[in-house]
Every structure is written in C-alpha cells, then in structure tokens.
C-alpha cells in the first residue's frame, strides 16, 4: 500500500490516506452538512482534532437553506492548495459518474467549487464559502459526492470517467482516488420551514451599514422567521438571523446591522415557519429589505429620503450577529434609514 499525498477527503474515520482505499465509503466525515444557518468562522470549528475525529454532519431539513462544508488534511511535506466541488447523486445501490457527474451544489456566489486556501502540511483546511442546498423532495434516498482537488491532483484527473459503467470499475475508482467521498444523506422535516425564498443583495460602489429587515404581517404568535447568507463578509462573517418566534400578530419584525463593503454581494434566503398555526388573515405577508443606516440624516440628498428607523420598521426588535434579542427599536439611539430594496412573500389562508 502507498500513502496518499494530496489533501485527503477520507471515506470514513479510519481513513488515513493509504492506498487502494478500504473500508466503507458512504459516510465521509469530511462532507459536512452543517445545518441551516452558515457556521461562524468554518476553519476554527471543523479543524480541531476534536471535531476532525468525529463526524458532525446534522440531517438536512427539508425546503430549508442547508449549507455544506468539506474539510481535508493535506498528507504532503509542502503546503497545498485545495479546491472542493460537492455533488448530489439521486438513490442508487450503485452510483454510477452518470448519475450525478452533472448534479453540482452551488456556493452562494453561484460558483461550482469553494477554495480550501494553502494549508500547511498535516493541517486541516475547511471551505469559508459553503455550498447552499435547498432540497424540496426528501421522499427518496441521496447521497453527496465530494472532492477535494490540488495543482498535483487536478480535478480532471480525479473525476471519474463516464465509462464507469460496472460495479467493478467504480470500485476501482474508489479505491485509487484520494481526493474524494460520499456521504449519504439524512432528510428530516423536522423544523422544515413553510417556505424559502431567496433574493440578491447587489453590488454596491460604496461600503455601507446596512440594516437588513425581516417583517411578518398577519403572522401568527408563535410562527418563526429566519435568514442566512452562505457568502462570508470581508471579517468572515455571516449576515443571517437564527429562527425567531413572532410575539405580535398586527405587525412585528427583527432586524440585524451588517458593516458591507463596496462590491460584496449575494443571495439571501428569508424563511418562514408556520409552526402548525394558520396565517392571522388575508393580508398574511413576509418581507425581507435592506436599508442604509446612519446616526443623522446627512447630507441634503440623504435627508430628503431618510426616516427613523423606528418609523420605518415599527414593532420590530434589533438582533445581534449571534442571534440574542437586544431591545426594541423605540427603546434605542435615533438612528436614521434609507430603504434600498425588499422582497416580499404573501400567502392566502388556504395556503
């Protein structure tokens, strides 16, 4: 047997990188299906030894944002670079290139693969960007596919070719690749969300303090909301708003204050979950907006639009980044709003 010299994607807690490969081969510890809110700073949780000897992955909810992570450990003396890409293979007892070679899980920046960076020799490397996966039919089996590829062992090399067609060239595949896993895949609709729905923050040429705003009408007390981001901000992290219960039927909302700089943009998906309560009335919405913040209106342009935030977004309370509520918006400094743009959810009582 010969040691694998990449960055290793193991096929199991046993892998240690030697070669042909052993052992089984469908639950790789290292695709890392993390849940439904984007894990804060990926690099400094999954790299410990303590979370490298354990397999973290959570079931994937249903209708939900998921956000997916890889992690390797490079076997080489150098420093490497990795690059991951994941895929999702429908249920198969065998699963053929042809059934999912095409079937790639997007970043939240649309992008087919997320870099791991240089990581040092017997390190860790984890992916910043997750890949964001929203599944909708849960009714049958799934298993991801993932690689991990480097300069040495490019991805094109790695792939499997589509003449994989026997269960004994696909076992030969398996056991010469280094780079790459599987991990089946368990469903639950266990706190699945009504619905998700995503929307674009664009680029912008200036930074700015941005208020973003979910806002819920006619929901019922007890219902949640949420959002997340899968693109890390320039500090590593993540504009999201953990589920959080509706207190008010009238109107009530949440709100959280991100630092975005010039040029960041991406995704964002907004989440309602009924929680078995029907809406209030017919004037049942959710909406997800971004404004520009700032403590005085400013300049004469800013002050023709701007309002308090407090008349901008009655009834909702500030957040803070780890999802502890700080205090209603009424109770805070005056700050002043420019809203830029929204995305808004209605739903009749029948549905």
């Given amino acids: 047997m010969t040691q694998y010299d990449g960055i290793l994607l193991r096929q199991n807690l046993q892998d240690q990188g030697l070669m042909p490969r052993t052992g089984g081969w469908t639950a790789s510890p ?11 700073d990926p690099q400094a949780v999954f790299s410990t030894a303590a979370s490298y000897g354990t397999d973290p992955t959570q079931p994937v909810v249903q209708n939900a944002t998921n956000y997916v992570y890889l992690r390797g450990k490079n076997l080489n003396a150098a420093a490497q670079t990795g690059t991951a890409r994941v895929f999702y293979a429908p249920q198969s007892l065998f699963l053929y290139p042809v059934q999912w070679l095409n079937n790639s899980i997007l970043t939240s920046r649309g992008s087919a693969t997320s870099d791991l960076g240089s990581v040092a020799p017997n390190a860790i490397g984890v992916t910043t960007d997750p890949f964001v996966w929203v599944p909708t ?8 596919v993932g690689f991990i590829s480097t300069p040495e062992y490019p991805f094109e090399s790695q792939k499997p070719p589509n003449a994989v067609t026997s269960m004994n060239d696909l076992a ?14 368990q469903f ?6 009504t619905f998700t729905n995503s929307t674009v923050y664009p680029p912008s040429t200036t930074a700015a303090t941005v208020q973003f705003a979910v806002t819920c009408v006619s929901c019922p007390v007890g219902s ?5 981001c899968g693109t890390p901000l320039p500090d590593g992290t993540y504009i999201n708003l953990p589920p959080t219960t509706v207190t008010k ?4 909302g949440f709100t959280v204050t991100y630092q975005v700089p010039a040029g960041w943009t991406s995704p964002i998906s907004y989440s309602y979950y009924a929680n078995g309560n029907p809406p209030v009335d017919g004037n049942f919405s959710v909406s997800m907006s971004a404004s520009i913040l700032t403590s005085t209106p400013g300049s004469q342009v ?14 909702h309370v500030h957040v803070a980044d780890n999802g502890r509520q700080l205090t209603a918006l009424n109770d805070m400094p005056v700050n002043y709003l420019i809203p830029v743009g929204s995305d808004m959810t209605k739903l009749t009582q029948g549905g």
């Fill in 30 to 40: 290292d695709i890392i299906m993390a849940g439904t809110q984007p894990t804060q």
């Fill in 137 to 144: 039919n849960i009714s049958e089996h799934t298993c991801l």
């Fill in 172 to 185: 030969a595949w398996i056991g010469k690749t280094g780079g790459t896993g599987w991990h089946n895949v």
């Fill in 188 to 193: 639950t609709s266990a706190g699945a969300p």
């Fill in 224 to 228: 949640q909301v949420s959002f997340s």
């Fill in 249 to 252: 039927p009238t109107q009530i």
């Fill in 302 to 315: 800013f002050a023709a639009y701007a309002r308090p935030a407090v008349e901008v977004f009655p009834n």
